[in-house]
């Protein structure tokens, strides 16, 4: 399955992403070996109004985006696979968080495309972003999840995998 194609479409996300997360060619071919003795993987998207979205392409894209948050909420789902590359035992993990805006000026909405760093995330959603920041109402989970990689999944599954 390839995410493209129900990149616009509404879906169960997380049977999405699971089935991606275990069962992807791309997941083999980019793990990275930490320590020596596991190896990960981790990805995010960004879930607006039940459809997936990765990064902007276009100007347009990420302005639509960006106006769909505003004064509204987003969620961003987030997996990591762990490796153990001396036993084999592989571990995954998906983690959620959910992030609720104030409403976003047009004017803050068309700097943070003009800079272009909204091209380079899930969603063009930089929530710690100068920006950005004085529009957040509240976060749902751990920012750092919302950034792209949750620390305590990440940690939790590293040790469980060194465990014998």
């Not at 789902?77 to 153990?84: A, D, L, M």
Request: aromatic content about 8%; glycine content about 8%.
């Amino acid at each position: 399955m390839d995410i493209w194609l129900v990149k616009k479409r509404s879906i169960d996300t997380f049977s999405y992403l699971k089935f991606y997360m275990l069962n992807s060619s791309a997941v083999q071919s980019l793990m990275v070996v930490m320590h020596n003795a596991t190896s990960s993987f981790d990805f995010e998207v960004v879930v607006h109004e039940g459809i997936i979205s990765e990064k902007p392409s276009t100007k347009e894209e990420a302005r639509q985006f960006l106006k769909g948050y505003s004064g509204g909420h987003v969620s961003t789902v987030g997996g990591v696979v762990v490796t153990n590359l001396t036993t084999g035992k592989k571990l995954g993990s998906l983690d959620k968080a959910e992030v609720y805006f104030h409403d976003i000026p047009e004017e803050v909405i068309e700097k943070l495309i003009d800079e272009g760093v909204v091209f380079r995330v899930a969603g063009g959603l930089l929530l710690e972003h100068p920006l950005t920041l004085p529009f957040v109402e509240a976060v749902v989970g751990s920012s750092d999840s919302v950034m792209g990689l949750s620390k305590d999944v990440a940690n939790k599954l590293i040790h469980e995998a060194l465990t014998v």
